[in-house]
C-alpha cells in the first residue's frame, strides 16, 4: 500500500484510506490529520512561529512513541 501525505488532509478521507483496523487506530489517524495541518503551515510562506515547529515535532514524537509502544522495539 502506498501512502501519500493528502491522506491525511482530513478525517473523512483518512478513513476511508484506511478502512481496516488496527491498534490506535483513531489517535494515530488524528495525530496524522494534525502534522498534515502543520506540514503546509510550515512548508509555505513566511518565517514560521517556533511554537507551531514545536508542535510539529512533538506530535512526530507522540506517533513514534505509540509505534514503538506497539512494535515493542525503537524506530
Known sequence: MTLNHNHFSSERRASRTLEFDFPHKKEILNLMI?????????????EKQIGKVQEAIA???????????????EL
Open 59 to 73: 506530535n512526530v514524537q507522540q506517533l513514534k512513541k505509540i509505534i514503538e509502544k506497539e512494535l515493542g522495539e
Open 34 to 46: 494534525k502534522q498534515e495541518e502543520l506540514r503546509d503551515l510550515l512548508c509555505y510562506g513566511k
